[in-house]
């Protein structure tokens, strides 16, 4: 028994090995295609064509055309969440969410040409389309109810208490607003090493500020 057992275990590992390697090839030919001509431009169709699979197989994967280019949000969020909700006893929710907001992560983080290229790239194709920016906010409200929930569970609150939406959405706004600053940034073509500094800078500022309304709510207490 221990044989099959050991096989058995080993198969749903490769599975989701290989469902994850199909998931990532066709995300990145449609960003090829998206960053090439528009994300409008561009339907399903022609994805699953140069991506060598059945269109139907491109919505098992990302259920909405949007979701091709966000797919890797909702790991974010799930992150974003456990760094405040695991974060020390003796610790506000705010000093958690501005270590994870201040950690540099994906293509910023990077400091080599092709990954400065491929943001850049990235950052004019999402922009120039109102279906991902409208898509965008639906996300970052998706992050405001998520975090407002966790601040609520941890507080006790009620249904109608205000303190958590208040504090989530300030927090959520502040990273909303760095997004924003810094695809203007990236738009203006800033040199990398200089962005990433500056976003950093700029990631600081507005967690001081908020630090005077927030700064002694959601103190996790020991347990």
Do not use: C
């Not at 990077?110 to 850049?120: F, G, N, S």
């Not at 120039?128 to 639906?138: F, N």
């Not at 609520?152 to 504090?167: F, K, N, S, T």
Request: net charge positive; charged share 25%; proline share 4%.
């Amino acid at each position: 028994m221990l044989p099959d057992m050991a096989t058995s275990a080993r198969t749903p590992g490769l599975r989701e090995r290989k469902k994850q390697q199909t998931r990532q090839h066709i995300a990145e030919t449609a960003r090829a295609l998206f960053t090439d001509r528009g994300f409008e431009r561009v339907t399903v169709a022609e994805i699953a064509r140069a991506a060598d699979v059945a269109e139907q197989t491109v919505f098992n994967y990302f259920p909405t055309k949007e979701d091709l280019v966000y797919w890797r949000l909702q790991s974010f969020e799930a992150e974003l969440l456990g760094a405040i909700a695991e974060r020390a006893p003796g610790e506000s929710a705010l000093a958690a969410f501005g270590r994870f907001l201040l950690a540099q992560r994906g293509l910023l983080g990077q400091a080599d040409p092709e990954a400065r290229e491929r943001l850049a790239a990235l950052t004019r194709m999402i922009i120039e389309s109102p279906a991902l920016l409208a898509r965008e906010q639906q996300i970052f409200a998706g992050y405001t109810r998520s975090l407002a929930a966790l601040l609520a569970g941890e507080a006790g609150a009620g249904d109608h208490d205000l303190e958590p939406w208040v504090a989530a959405s300030a927090m959520i706004g502040a990273h909303r607003a760095l997004v924003d600053y810094t695809r203007a940034r990236i738009v203006a073509g800033t040199p990398h090493t200089r962005l990433a500094r500056d976003v950093r800078a700029r990631g600081q500022r507005a967690i001081a500020l908020l630090e005077g309304g927030l700064g002694d709510y959601a103190v996790k207490r020991a347990p």
